[in-house]
């Protein structure tokens, strides 16, 4: 075989691939040449010299680094010489000759590749009798991150993973020799959403995370796999806890995810699971207020009431909205009670600010990340991936900058990615289908050109809040269209959503990506019994029909429709018309605040169960501490409010509901715990394949045009917001912008607004006051406001805005 | 959001026209933010991190890898002495020492005027001229202890707009490395190199 | 007995060697006007068969390291005139006085390897020799020389002249591309970071040093075989050394391979100053071991000689040490500067050379200890594995074991010097050289 080679590694020959560095090699057949600076992950850079091994060569032994060399037909290596071992002594005595030994304080001591690597190659003793280098001992370089310069070894691997991997090169060398150090520019910190990687992959304590500096030591530490709900993704995580409290989240290597990498959201965002605020009994209204109430008082008035206006008016008098919060099992469970106990299949995890359910579930050419690898052509036409989805957007720039891609991005603003994009193209927000028609006109010709590739992979969402919701439908049409074969990967950035349409929490889907209809509903029929067969409301109509009072009764299941919905002046209309209101739920939100009852919920580490992710990806969740108080998952208190409603849903435990839904729902056959936990570890991809139920293949839509306005409103999502997980994890909370408004330095001058004056910005659907950010990253004409921010009004989703300076 | 005056803008354009990346720019760019100061300040740093479109960190990151890009302040002469192996076989460290006493600056610091540096520096590749002097780049060899003593009370008296390496070796230094042989009329006007695409040559 | 070659004109138009008037008077241009009629085989193994070896102190050929340039396109040419290895200044006697000899070269050199922008990396304390050859390349881009179709052909190049900023170690010529490219002055890792294929901007690039560029017109002139008939020894043509320290007449020498060490210091040198006994000398540049009269002051001064001596020529730069010389204070002094200088990548240079510098100041200032030159070998194993010459190469580059030549003197010819260090207390001898002072006593 050309693509193998052998080699011998301390006298035992080995078959490896070519190509391959010779110190992955080693370890994957077994023998561990110790590194510091070496990261799997990253290109190799030499430094820290700890790997050099003895290799024969035609004029006798020579000295190399074993993670800058690749792999040769007939090497022969030697990991343990006399030379090898002399070399290694010698540079740990170097590493801790300024090293301040200071590990009982340290919060890598335990886990510190230099302490393990100096037992086991160390000299024992060290000889150095000058003045140890000293620095201002750990200086803050982010909100997040704090850095000790006597304790870093100079590994590069910091500097490495903000330049090549997260494209934020903030932290860096500096200075030369061995006054070398690792710092940030003054006044300009590491604030990349990424920065706790560097944490992570810190081999010393030089780095460390202010969520966990000196709160634990690391063998006292319990510790389960999960996957995050913080990215669409779903990157594995392995979650550590001491005393029932979560103290740090770390990335794992899955291949086909995010590398190992997390997004600060992702690996910080756990704090609001130990929130003092967080709901431990339920609560029910009584004289005007929340007071606390047994599950079965609780449980009894909110089933009579739902039981009252289903019985009056029918199920169609009530909806349900939200459970994109939960696992799969959970969804499953609130799909199945709405339709069965509820009698309706008013029913959404979406919040009226996302795409189509079957455009989401069920297209059919949907693409793998891992397409991205070996992609012609990527093109990104939807949210500014750095903001929404940290994952993709690690993997679309690593497909650009290593892998060759060619990359288009289109979006109304400066994003993220535009300084791997071969082709950027913006528009005026509300206006993408002119920009659609000129390049279905082959009036882009890079763009044209760059769609004939080999392999095109198309990432499409919604780029603003302005954007028509059935633009990408379109710019998918057009892709395949250009580019037949291409593969699609339409963008929804809320928690398990996909898991949650996949189970049937739409208006439109039953589980398994099932169209509601007299066929889906029969199929059902042996498990769930008589339900509705026509599709029910979504979120936007469920709403309306509240204000309307053609829906009378509502269920929350982790929603706040007033937080997340655009049209919050609708989401306020409906909640006060609403005649009953149930919430399930963590916490009391802006929505659920005047609720009738409120039902404590278990969230993330606190139950068992799977989700599914935006390539449709299966994966286990792991439960590894018990929920606050009597805080329930979702799926058991379904089950007993359908009971008091007089249905018996037959869930019994998660695990029996993940099998009911192994059975019932077609796409997801055979997809068991036992499969997830013992032979898929890094999970399944439920098939997109051409006989499943439900094949959605969108074509193209005429959309609205752009208005004709001086200034239009760009409205995005942005990585912290004032969701009500962030709002209760202090490490996180504050690092959201706030109520901002970003112009152009083309128009700022024209409204007479300089950087940080108090702006008035009016709309149609709302208004109020912003602080003003001169932004050269926005272009003319657009006023750029990030998406349900502290202390922010709401604009809704209309893109004509005036701005006027108030002060 | 440029604090440069635009003629050090327009030579900033000319400057990157000449790379094929505007990166590799950062070097010429870093002397043009000195000339601008009088040394690197941190808004230097930050324009040319614009001009060249990196961040401020990468900028810092090169500036201070060398040793002629100054952030703390720099006096209007910078008096470098070699004290390399060869400069220091022939008395470098006495002659820097002379330098210290006669300015009062101890080496690596700048007196309170502005007026004058004082450091010792790495081989300036003058090494059959030892001792090697320099004072804002421009290069005297064959300096003794008293020559130093002179140079620095000149510098302090006459105050030469432009410094002159031909007559300061006139009047400072002996023996040469080799013939220098044509006398030059440029010289330097601030402590960084007199060099005519960045603009930093008098006369 | 001296054929002088590169350093020709200067010695014979001494008031304007450097102008373009002068240089075409006495025949420059014509061979890069004439290269432009060669192809770039042709030029490759005429270059090959002069067997001009590299002059900026690794000694590698020339023509062979064209050859190796891959085919991809653009390539560059960067000239390496980041002279800084202590003791060596021949290069910029060759920058301010014939900038137009070295432009010649570079246009040669250039059209060899099909390179249309060229870049000429003066190191930054070199202002007047950057200025001298600035003011040449206006005045080649002036003559039709540079710029867009030289020489009234289609041939393009641009030429740059870049000013260092205070770095040794971008004399490298990894470091020197990074730097060029606006990073930091670190020497990339070879494999797979070699210019010739992977160079500036990740295209084949050529760099070569100021005293090769500036043999090439004289190549074509001679021919190869006229090159190499100016040399009676296998190193072809000639060698300019820098000579300093103790001797009577320290400067550059343009001399011919093959003479001894002893015609060298004591003739052309003129000998020891105030006729003191030598001590020891270093034969090519900061970096390399040291050498004593007893064992070497008869070999001859050749590539392969001094290698099999165990040390090298280098950058030909060569520095004189008298008998009054405390050599713990000079291996302290050249220690230092290469931890003063060590980029800081590789663990071993970067916490060793500043270790060993540690310990050798603290012996000069009589706190030496018995175990010192111990450790310090230690160390320098640790640095440079084996304490061989030419290193056996643990570290991305040589700056580390170059480190180590001073310490290897040490153990050889000084341990009881070393040792008189600790029984005194502190240095033995009296204070330094103040040259100045007896060069007026002299005159």
């Given at each position: 075989?050309?693509?193998?080679?052998?080699?011998?590694?301390?006298?035992?020959?080995?078959?490896?691939?070519?190509?391959?560095?010779?110190?992955?090699?080693?370890?994957?057949?077994?023998?561990?040449?110790?590194?510091?600076?070496?990261?799997?992950?990253?290109?190799?850079?030499?430094?820290?010299?700890?790997?050099?091994?003895?290799?024969?060569?035609?004029?006798?032994?020579?000295?190399?680094?074993?993670?800058?060399?690749?792999?040769?037909?007939?090497m022969?290596?030697?990991?343990?010489?006399?030379a090898?071992?002399?070399?290694?002594?010698?540079?740990?005595?170097?590493?801790?000759?300024?090293?301040?030994?200071?590990?009982?304080?340290?919060?890598?001591?335990?886990?510190?590749?230099?302490?393990?690597?100096?037992?086991?190659?160390?000299?024992?003793?060290?000889?150095?009798?000058?003045i140890?280098?000293?620095?201002?001992?750990?200086?803050?370089?982010?909100?997040?991150?704090?850095?000790?310069?006597?304790?870093?070894?100079?590994?590069?691997?910091?500097?490495?993973?903000?330049?090549?991997?997260?494209?934020?090169?903030?932290?860096?060398?500096?200075?030369r020799?061995?006054?070398?150090?690792?710092?940030?520019?003054?006044?300009?910190?590491?604030?990349?959403y990424?920065?706790?990687n560097?944490?992570?992959?810190?081999?010393?304590?030089?780095?460390?995370?202010?969520?966990?500096?000196?709160?634990?030591?690391?063998?006292?530490?319990?510790?389960?796999?999960?996957?995050?709900?913080?990215?669409?993704?779903?990157?594995?995580?392995?979650?550590?806890a001491?005393q029932?409290?979560?103290?740090r989240?770390?990335g794992?290597?899955?291949?086909?995810?995010?590398?190992?990498?997390?997004?600060?959201?992702?690996?910080?965002g756990?704090?609001?699971?130990?929130?003092?605020?967080?709901?431990?009994?339920?609560?029910?209204?009584?004289?005007?207020?929340?007071?606390?109430?047994?599950?079965?008082?609780?449980?009894?008035?909110?089933?009579?009431?739902?039981?009252?206006?289903?019985?009056?008016?029918?199920?169609?008098?009530?909806?349900?909205?939200?459970?994109?919060?939960?696992?799969?099992?959970?969804?499953?469970?609130?799909?199945?009670?709405?339709r069965?106990?509820?009698?309706?299949?008013?029913?959404?995890?979406?919040?009226?600010?996302?795409?189509?359910?079957?455009?989401?579930?069920?297209?059919?050419?949907?693409?793998?990340?891992?397409?991205?690898?070996?992609?012609?052509?990527?093109?990104?036409?939807g949210?500014?991936?750095?903001?929404?989805?940290?994952?993709?957007?690690?993997?679309?720039?690593?497909?650009?900058?290593?892998?060759?891609?060619?990359?288009?991005?289109?979006?109304?603003?400066?994003?993220?990615?535009?300084?791997?994009?071969?082709?950027?193209?913006?528009?005026?927000?509300?206006?993408?289908?002119?920009?659609?028609?000129?390049i279905?006109?082959?009036?882009?010709?890079?763009?044209?050109?760059?769609?004939?590739?080999?392999?095109?992979?198309?990432?499409?969402?919604?780029?603003?809040?302005?954007?028509?919701?059935?633009?990408?439908?379109?710019?998918?049409?057009?892709?395949r269209?250009?580019?037949?074969?291409?593969?699609?990967?339409?963008?929804?950035?809320?928690?398990?959503?996909y898991g949650?349409?996949?189970?049937?929490?739409?208006?439109?889907?039953?589980?398994?990506?099932?169209?509601?209809?007299?066929?889906?509903?029969?199929?059902?029929?042996?498990?769930?019994?008589?339900?509705?067969?026509?599709?029910?409301?979504?979120?936007?109509?469920?709403?309306?029909?509240?204000?309307?009072?053609?829906?009378?009764?509502?269920?929350?299941?982790?929603?706040?429709?007033?937080?997340?919905?655009?049209?919050?002046?609708?989401?306020?209309?409906?909640?006060?018309?609403?005649?009953?209101?149930v919430?399930?739920?963590?916490?009391?939100?802006?929505?659920?605040?005047?609720?009738?009852?409120i039902?404590?919920v278990?969230?993330?580490?606190?139950?068992?169960?799977?989700?599914?992710?935006?390539?449709?990806r299966?994966?286990?969740?792991?439960?590894?501490?018990?929920?606050?108080?009597?805080?329930?998952?979702?799926?058991?208190?379904?089950?007993?409010?359908?009971?008091?409603?007089?249905?018996?849903?037959?869930?019994?435990?998660?695990?029996?509901?993940?099998?009911?839904?192994?059975?019932?729902?077609?796409?997801?056959?055979?997809?068991?715990?036992?499969?997830?936990?013992?032979?898929?570890?890094?999970?399944?991809?439920?098939?997109?394949?051409?006989?499943?139920?439900?094949?959605?293949?969108?074509?193209?839509?005429?959309?609205?045009?752009a208005?004709?306005?001086?200034?239009?409103?760009?409205?995005?999502?942005?990585?912290?917001?004032?969701?009500?997980?962030?709002?209760?994890?202090?490490?996180?909370?504050?690092?959201?912008?706030?109520?901002?408004?970003?112009?152009?330095?083309?128009?700022?001058?024209?409204?007479?607004?300089?950087?940080?004056?108090?702006?008035?910005?009016?709309?149609?659907?709302?208004?109020?006051?912003?602080?003003?950010?001169?932004?050269?990253?926005?272009?003319?004409?657009?006023?750029?406001?990030?998406?349900?921010?502290?202390?922010?009004?709401?604009?809704?989703?209309?893109?004509?805005?005036?701005?006027?300076?108030?002060? | 959001?440029?604090?440069?005056?635009?003629?050090?803008?327009?030579?900033?354009?000319?400057?990157i026209?000449?790379?094929?990346?505007?990166?590799?720019?950062?070097?010429?760019?870093l002397?043009?933010?000195?000339?601008?100061?009088?040394?690197?300040?941190?808004?230097?740093?930050?324009?040319?991190?614009?001009?060249?479109?990196?961040t401020?960190?990468?900028?810092?990151?090169?500036?201070?890898?060398?040793?002629?890009?100054?952030?703390?302040?720099?006096?209007?002469?910078?008096?470098?002495?070699?004290?390399?192996?060869?400069?220091?076989?022939?008395?470098?460290?006495?002659?820097?020492?002379?330098?210290?006493?006669?300015?009062?600056?101890?080496?690596?610091?700048?007196?309170?005027e502005?007026?004058?540096?004082?450091?010792?520096?790495?081989?300036?590749?003058?090494?059959?001229?030892?001792?090697?002097?320099?004072?804002?780049?421009?290069?005297?060899?064959?300096?003794?202890?008293?020559?130093?003593?002179?140079?620095?009370?000149?510098?302090?008296?006459?105050?030469?707009?432009?410094?002159?390496?031909?007559?300061?070796?006139?009047l400072?230094?002996?023996?040469?490395?080799?013939?220098?042989?044509?006398?030059?009329e440029?010289?330097?006007?601030?402590?960084?190199?007199?060099?005519?695409?960045?603009?930093?040559?008098?006369? | 007995?001296?054929?002088?070659?590169?350093?020709?004109?200067?010695?014979?138009?001494?008031?304007?060697?450097?102008t373009?008037?002068?240089?075409?008077?006495?025949?420059?241009?014509?061979?890069?006007?004439?290269?432009?009629?060669?192809?770039?085989?042709?030029?490759?193994?005429?270059?090959?068969?002069?067997?001009?070896?590299?002059?900026?102190?690794?000694?590698?050929?020339a023509?062979?390291?064209?050859?190796?340039?891959?085919?991809?396109?653009?390539?560059?040419?960067?000239?390496?005139?980041?002279?800084?290895?202590?003791?060596?200044?021949?290069?910029?006697?060759?920058?301010?006085?014939?900038?137009?000899?070295?432009?010649?070269?570079?246009?040669?050199?250039?059209?060899a390897?099909?390179?249309?922008h060229?870049?000429?990396?003066?190191?930054?304390?070199?202002?007047?020799?950057?200025?001298?050859?600035?003011?040449?390349?206006?005045?080649?881009?002036?003559?039709g020389?540079?710029?867009?179709?030289?020489?009234?052909?289609?041939?393009?190049?641009?030429?740059?002249?870049?000013?260092?900023a205070?770095?040794?170690?971008?004399?490298?010529?990894?470091?020197?591309?990074?730097?060029?490219?606006?990073?930091?002055?670190?020497?990339?890792?070879?494999?797979?970071?070699?210019?010739?294929?992977?160079?500036?901007?990740?295209?084949?690039?050529?760099?070569?040093?100021?005293?090769?560029?500036?043999?090439?017109?004289?190549?074509?002139?001679?021919?190869?075989?006229?090159?190499?008939?100016?040399?009676?020894?296998?190193?072809?043509?000639t060698?300019?050394?820098?000579?300093?320290?103790?001797?009577?007449?320290?400067?550059?020498?343009?001399?011919?391979?093959?003479?001894?060490?002893?015609?060298?210091i004591?003739?052309?040198?003129?000998?020891?100053?105030?006729d003191?006994?030598?001590?020891?000398?270093?034969?090519?540049?900061?970096?390399?071991?040291?050498?004593?009269?007893?064992?070497?002051?008869?070999?001859?001064?050749?590539?392969?000689?001094?290698?099999?001596?165990?040390s090298?020529?280098?950058?030909?730069?060569?520095?004189?040490?008298?008998?009054?010389?405390?050599?713990?204070?000079?291996?302290?002094?050249?220690?230092?500067?290469?931890?003063?200088?060590?980029?800081?990548?590789?663990?071993?240079?970067?916490?060793?050379?500043?270790?060993?510098?540690?310990?050798?100041?603290?012996?000069?200032?009589?706190?030496?200890?018995?175990?010192?030159?111990?450790?310090?070998?230690?160390?320098?194993?640790?640095?440079?594995?084996?304490?061989?010459?030419?290193?056996?190469?643990?570290?991305?580059?040589?700056?580390?074991?170059?480190?180590?030549?001073?310490?290897?003197?040490?153990?050889?010819?000084?341990?009881?010097?070393?040792?008189?260090?600790?029984?005194?207390?502190?240095?033995?001898?009296?204070?330094?050289?103040?040259?100045?002072?007896?060069?007026?006593?002299?005159?």
């Amino acid at each position: 075989m050309t693509d193998r080679v052998r080699l011998s590694i301390d006298g035992v020959e080995h078959e490896v691939a070519q190509g391959e560095l010779l110190i992955k090699a080693a370890q994957d057949t077994g023998t561990y040449i110790p590194r510091f600076c070496w990261h799997e992950r990253m290109k190799p850079v030499g430094m820290c010299r700890m790997c050099l091994v003895q290799i024969e060569t035609p004029r006798g032994p020579a000295m190399i680094t074993a993670c800058t060399t690749n792999v040769a037909d007939g090497m022969v290596v030697d990991t343990t010489s006399e030379a090898v071992k002399r070399s290694q002594e010698a540079i740990l005595e170097f590493l801790l000759a300024n090293h301040p030994l200071d590990c009982p304080v340290c919060d890598k001591g335990g886990e510190c590749p230099l302490q393990d690597q100096a037992l086991a190659y160390g000299p024992g003793e060290s000889r150095f009798v000058e003045i140890k280098r000293t620095y201002v001992k750990p200086i803050p370089i982010s909100d997040l991150v704090l850095l000790d310069r006597e304790r870093c070894i100079l590994c590069a691997r910091c500097t490495r993973f903000s330049e090549e991997i997260s494209g934020d090169p903030l932290i860096e060398f500096m200075e030369r020799g061995n006054l070398t150090e690792i710092n940030t520019f003054p006044d300009h910190p590491f604030s990349s959403y990424f920065s706790g990687n560097t944490v992570q992959i810190c081999p010393v304590g030089a780095l460390t995370a202010k969520p966990y500096r000196f709160r634990a030591r690391p063998w006292d530490l319990e510790r389960v796999e999960s996957s995050s709900l913080f990215d669409t993704a779903h990157p594995r995580v392995e979650v550590h806890a001491s005393q029932n409290q979560v103290l740090r989240i770390l990335g794992v290597d899955h291949p086909n995810l995010s590398h190992g990498w997390l997004s600060d959201k992702a690996r910080f965002g756990f704090e609001y699971l130990g929130s003092a605020d967080r709901l431990s009994t339920p609560l029910v209204r009584g004289g005007g207020r929340l007071v606390e109430a047994t599950w079965p008082e609780a449980l009894e008035i909110a089933a009579n009431r739902l039981q009252l206006i289903k019985d009056e008016d029918g199920g169609g008098a009530l909806g349900v909205i939200g459970g994109a919060q939960g696992n799969n099992e959970d969804a499953y469970a609130l799909a199945k009670f709405t339709r069965v106990a509820l009698g309706t299949n008013n029913l959404d995890c979406r919040l009226d600010d996302t795409l189509s359910s079957h455009f989401l579930a069920a297209t059919v050419d949907r693409a793998l990340i891992d397409d991205l690898d070996t992609s012609g052509t990527v093109i990104v036409w939807g949210p500014d991936l750095k903001e929404e989805h940290p994952t993709l957007y690690l993997r679309v720039r690593r497909a650009a900058q290593e892998l060759g891609a060619t990359l288009i991005v289109v979006h109304p603003r400066a994003t993220g990615l535009d300084d791997r994009a071969v082709v950027k193209l913006g528009y005026r927000p509300g206006g993408g289908f002119a920009l659609l028609d000129e390049i279905a006109e082959g009036a882009h010709s890079d763009v044209s050109h760059a769609l004939a590739a080999a392999k095109v992979t198309a990432l499409v969402g919604l780029a603003s809040l302005a954007d028509d919701p059935r633009l990408p439908e379109s710019v998918a049409a057009l892709v395949r269209q250009k580019a037949p074969g291409a593969r699609i990967l339409p963008l929804s950035s809320r928690a398990n959503t996909y898991g949650a349409l996949d189970m049937g929490v739409a208006p439109d889907l039953l589980p398994g990506r099932v169209a509601v209809g007299a066929i889906g509903c029969a199929n059902l029929a042996e498990s769930w019994g008589d339900i509705p067969s026509r599709p029910g409301r979504d979120t936007r109509a469920i709403l309306e029909g509240l204000v309307s009072g053609d829906v009378r009764g509502l269920l929350l299941v982790g929603a706040d429709p007033l937080r997340d919905c655009p049209d919050r002046t609708l989401a306020g209309e409906a909640l006060e018309a609403a005649e009953y209101l149930v919430s399930i739920d963590a916490f009391v939100n802006d929505s659920n605040r005047e609720a009738d009852v409120i039902l404590p919920v278990a969230v993330f580490t606190e139950k068992e169960g799977t989700v599914t992710n935006l390539e449709g990806r299966v994966q286990r969740v792991s439960r590894l501490r018990p929920a606050p108080g009597q805080a329930r998952p979702d799926w058991a208190i379904l089950e007993d409010l359908a009971a008091l409603m007089g249905v018996g849903l037959g869930l019994g435990s998660a695990e029996t509901i993940a099998k009911e839904i192994a059975d019932v729902a077609p796409v997801y056959a055979g997809v068991t715990w036992d499969l997830l936990d013992w032979e898929e570890r890094d999970g399944v991809v439920v098939p997109m394949t051409g006989d499943q139920p439900l094949n959605h293949i969108p074509v193209s839509l005429e959309g609205n045009r752009a208005p004709r306005a001086a200034l239009t409103l760009h409205s995005a999502r942005v990585m912290y917001d004032d969701g009500v997980r962030l709002r209760h994890s202090p490490s996180l909370s504050r690092l959201a912008p706030g109520a901002v408004a970003h112009l152009s330095p083309v128009d700022a001058p024209k409204v007479g607004a300089r950087e940080g004056a108090t702006l008035r910005l009016v709309t149609k659907k709302g208004e109020g006051e912003f602080r003003a950010v001169i932004d050269p990253g926005t272009p003319a004409g657009v006023v750029y406001v990030p998406l349900n921010q502290p202390g922010a009004p709401s604009l809704g989703a209309d893109a004509v805005v005036r701005v006027t300076v108030v002060t | 959001m440029s604090v440069w005056s635009e003629p050090t803008r327009q030579r900033a354009t000319e400057i990157i026209g000449r790379y094929p990346k505007r990166r590799s720019a950062v070097m010429p760019l870093l002397y043009l933010a000195m000339a601008e100061e009088g040394r690197l300040s941190e808004e230097g740093m930050r324009e040319v991190a614009e001009w060249c479109g990196i961040t401020p960190a990468q900028v810092q990151a090169v500036a201070s890898f060398y040793t002629m890009y100054k952030t703390e302040p720099v006096g209007r002469y910078l008096v470098s002495c070699c004290t390399s192996i060869s400069c220091m076989l022939l008395g470098a460290d006495e002659v820097l020492g002379a330098i210290e006493d006669q300015a009062g600056v101890p080496d690596g610091e700048t007196d309170k005027e502005g007026h004058l540096s004082v450091e010792h520096v790495e081989c300036l590749g003058a090494c059959g001229g030892a001792v090697a002097v320099q004072v804002n780049y421009e290069l005297i060899e064959g300096v003794t202890p008293d020559r130093a003593r002179a140079l620095v009370d000149w510098l302090r008296n006459a105050r030469p707009d432009v410094v002159n390496g031909d007559e300061m070796q006139e009047l400072f230094g002996t023996r040469r490395s080799f013939e220098w042989a044509i006398h030059e009329e440029d010289g330097a006007v601030g402590p960084y190199p007199a060099f005519q695409p960045l603009g930093t040559v008098g006369r | 007995m001296t054929t002088l070659v590169v350093t020709k004109r200067m010695a014979e138009h001494p008031a304007d060697s450097h102008t373009i008037t002068r240089y075409q008077a006495t025949g420059g241009y014509q061979q890069a006007k004439r290269a432009l009629g060669m192809t770039r085989d042709e030029l490759v193994e005429e270059v090959k068969a002069s067997g001009l070896l590299g002059r900026g102190g690794a000694a590698f050929s020339a023509g062979l390291k064209w050859s190796f340039l891959a085919p991809e396109r653009p390539s560059y040419l960067v000239v390496n005139a980041d002279e800084s290895e202590p003791g060596t200044f021949k290069d910029r006697q060759l920058l301010e006085r014939d900038p137009h000899q070295l432009i010649e070269g570079l246009i040669i050199t250039a059209i060899a390897n099909e390179a249309h922008h060229a870049f000429i990396y003066v190191r930054g304390e070199y202002s007047k020799p950057a200025r001298r050859v600035q003011k040449a390349v206006d005045e080649a881009y002036a003559a039709g020389f540079l710029g867009t179709g030289i020489f009234g052909s289609d041939f393009d190049l641009d030429v740059v002249v870049h000013l260092g900023a205070g770095a040794y170690i971008c004399g490298e010529e990894t470091a020197l591309i990074n730097s060029l490219e606006g990073l930091r002055g670190e020497p990339r890792l070879k494999p797979p970071y070699f210019p010739a294929a992977k160079g500036l901007y990740m295209k084949p690039t050529i760099v070569n040093n100021v005293e090769t560029l500036s043999n090439l017109p004289h190549i074509l002139a001679l021919g190869s075989a006229g090159y190499t008939a100016l040399s009676s020894s296998a190193d072809t043509g000639t060698f300019m050394m820098s000579l300093s320290g103790h001797v009577r007449k320290p400067g550059n020498y343009e001399v011919p391979h093959g003479i001894t060490w002893r015609e060298l210091i004591f003739d052309i040198g003129g000998g020891m100053r105030r006729d003191r006994a030598l001590k020891t000398w270093i034969p090519g540049g900061a970096s390399a071991p040291w050498f004593v009269p007893e064992k070497h002051l008869d070999l001859e001064i050749t590539k392969d000689a001094t290698a099999e001596a165990g040390s090298m020529l280098g950058s030909g730069a060569v520095i004189v040490m008298d008998e009054d010389t405390c050599v713990v204070r000079a291996a302290e002094r050249i220690v230092r500067f290469f931890a003063h200088e060590s980029c800081g990548q590789c663990t071993p240079c970067r916490e060793g050379t500043s270790w060993l510098e540690m310990i050798l100041r603290r012996i000069d200032e009589g706190r030496g200890r018995a175990v010192d030159l111990d450790l310090m070998l230690d160390l320098g194993d640790g640095i440079s594995i084996g304490l061989e010459w030419p290193p056996r190469m643990t570290t991305i580059c040589p700056l580390g074991p170059s480190a180590v030549s001073p310490i290897l003197a040490l153990r050889d010819y000084f341990r009881s010097e070393v040792s008189r260090h600790l029984e005194a207390g502190g240095c033995p001898f009296p204070g330094g050289h103040i040259a100045g002072e007896e060069e007026e006593e002299e005159e």
